[in-house]
């Protein structure tokens, strides 16, 4: 399998438990350093690094994960967001953040997907698991333009699983909606968050259970309440105590 984004926060949680199950894991990352250092510590982990918003690293990507015998899972799990910015003022910083966020977390997944498709199709068992978030089911405030493109990677989603069944693919897509978790990302939000442990183990139940979309922790609540009361979780995705950062 193949991990994107695996050398920190959830990747590197991931690629500790699926290397328990007994999974033969391929991780990338940008940070080289990193990466050094999940090979030392668990060195039957292959590592390459390859940064998802690069057209370029994406074909070396394939050309090497080919060279080593090709795979039947994709992790979708590399992703970045920005700081917070007020979308009613005037501020270029604004589309350079959109326009980063899309190219990472929605063209560099479907980048990949197009890359590793046929691939995976030939198998007999695959899938392709993508990370998308609570916030693309309600918006945050703090994160106006990675929620914007968290809603993107949802549809695509969606509508790639509906895509392969209607061409008789078995491939399988899995879509993984986490709640605010315990990363380098989220290090200066003092919210509740969860343990990548606890996601990461989520996500495994989840796979077992064949369940195609995913709601882990909080993001379970926020759908229901969204279905039926959509400012009420709206509200609580957005306290009015972070109205003060956006003034």
């Known amino acids: 399998m193949l991990i994107t984004g695996g050398a920190s926060g959830i990747g590197l949680e991931a690629t500790k438990q699926f290397l328990e199950i007994g999974a033969r894991v391929i991780i990338t990352g940008r940070n080289q350093d990193k990466l050094d250092a999940v090979k030392q510590a668990m060195p039957s982990v292959t590592v390459i690094k390859s940064d998802v918003e690069k ?19 994709l992790y979708h799990n590399a992703g970045v967001g920005s700081p917070a910015l007020n979308l009613g003022a005037t501020n270029d910083q604004i589309l350079e953040n959109a326009v980063y966020e899309m190219k990472v977390n929605y063209f560099g997944v479907i980048r990949l997907n197009n890359l590793f498709m046929d691939m995976l199709k030939s198998r007999t068992q695959s899938a392709i698991i993508i990370t998308t978030s609570i916030l693309s089911l309600v918006p945050a405030l703090e994160e106006p333009t990675y929620s914007a493109s968290k809603v993107a990677l949802s549809f695509y989603t969606k509508l790639l699983r509906k895509d392969l069944e209607i061409l008789g693919s078995s491939l399988k897509i899995f879509e993984l909606l986490p709640p605010l978790v315990a990363t380098e990302m989220t290090a200066k939000r003092n919210d509740k968050k969860m343990t990548t442990h606890d996601l990461v183990k989520a996500l495994l139940s989840g796979i077992k259970k064949d369940q195609l979309t ?34």
């Not at 057209?55 to 899972?73: C, K, M, P, W």
């Open 214 to 247: 995913i709601r882990v922790g909080d993001t379970k609540l926020i759908y229901l309440i969204s279905r039926f009361f959509p400012k009420v979780a709206f509200n609580l995705v957005n306290p009015k105590k972070i109205y003060a950062q956006l003034r």
């Open 55 to 73: 057209e370029e690293d994406a074909h070396s990507l394939f050309t090497q994960v080919t060279a080593l015998g090709g795979i039947d899972l």
